[in-house]
């Protein structure tokens, strides 16, 4: 007569493949919901101003965004050094404040899946333009725009130079040209805040200060979650599967003599450990054939 044993070792080691294999499931389900879901869009904004994210998503989404789901830009922060640089931010839902809250380089502003990013942060002056009763708010910067037509007069045309956008003491020298039968300069000199020019009779331009402006990056993507979870329970099941390795064996006790059989093994892989697992056991079991 015989006696049979089955004797097993990291049974867990077959979880590993089913959950690599559920986890490429999720991911990319996560993917394919986000390809249709998610969105993004770049606004540049003053202090002041709001804009609708149906306005500026670049990416189309399955279902339109609300419309009266606005972000509000409430403060431009300068504390000085370019990485406290920051802005202050509410979001708007059907004409409800949600949420406000800072918004600066590497920490954005989050509501429903929806995140906001500081990507710049551009010093700028503004210069009012006044024609004839109306006004119109100009944004210079370092960078440019150099000149800008009188609204209302296409004869007249301002061109900017030096443009100093200090925080304290904002300057830009100016020249008003007439286009008509060749340029001719009307007036220039040097702007600064709270400066006054009347050079034609209905025309008024003055600095009105410096001006923040937030470019700002909004980005929603539901399915990241799936993605990240997905992603995290493939690699445990390929650290699962590469680290533990199944192992199995069979043993026969055989009563005459006292003799004591291991008669069958079975690896998933590392067959050289396997190997010297199973000789071992095979002299544990001789040395206790007694017990």
């Given at each position: 007569e015989q006696v049979l044993f089955y004797g097993d070792k990291h049974r867990s080691a077959v979880l590993g493949p089913i959950i690599a294999h559920i986890g490429t499931l999720i991911l990319l389900a996560g993917v394919v919901w986000g390809s249709f879901a998610a969105y993004e869009g770049e606004v540049s904004t003053l202090p002041g101003a709001s804009f609708q994210l149906s306005k500026i998503a670049t990416h189309g989404t399955s279902s339109p965004l609300n419309p009266d789901f606005k972000i509000q830009v409430n403060e431009a922060k300068t504390?000085?050094?370019?990485?406290?640089?920051?802005?202050?931010?509410?979001?708007?839902?059907?004409?409800?404040?949600?949420?406000?809250?800072?918004?600066?380089f590497n920490s954005p502003l989050t509501y429903k899946n929806v995140s906001i990013y500081l990507v710049k942060y551009i010093n700028g002056i503004q210069v009012n333009i006044n024609y004839e009763g109306t006004?119109?708010?100009?944004?210079?910067?370092?960078?440019?725009?150099?000149?800008?037509?009188?609204p209302g007069n296409s004869q007249l045309m301002l061109l900017w130079s030096n443009i100093n956008p200090l925080t304290n003491?904002?300057?830009?020298?100016?020249?008003?040209?007439?286009?008509?039968?060749?340029t001719t300069v009307v007036q220039q000199g040097r702007l600064g805040t709270g400066a006054v020019i009347n050079p034609i009779e209905g025309l008024t331009v003055s600095l009105e200060g410096f001006r923040g402006i937030l470019v700002l990056r909004a980005v929603s993507n539901p399915g990241l979650g799936l993605v990240l979870g997905g992603a995290f329970m493939l690699v445990l099941g390929?650290?699962?599967?590469?680290?533990?390795s199944y192992r199995k064996i069979w043993v026969s006790?055989?009563?005459?003599?006292?003799?004591?059989?291991v008669s069958a093994g079975g690896y998933g892989k590392l067959k050289l450990d396997f190997g010297v697992e199973f000789n071992s056991l095979l002299e544990d079991f001789k040395g206790n054939q007694g017990g």
């Open positions: 504390p000085g050094a370019q990485s406290e640089q920051k802005g202050n931010l509410s979001f708007v839902e059907d004409g409800t404040v949600e949420l406000t809250g800072d918004v600066a006004t119109t708010p100009v944004i210079l910067t370092a960078n440019g725009p150099n000149h800008t037509q009188i003491h904002p300057t830009v020298d100016f020249r008003l040209v007439n286009l008509y039968g060749g390929m650290f699962i599967s590469l680290i533990l006790l055989v009563p005459e003599g006292e003799q004591v059989l």
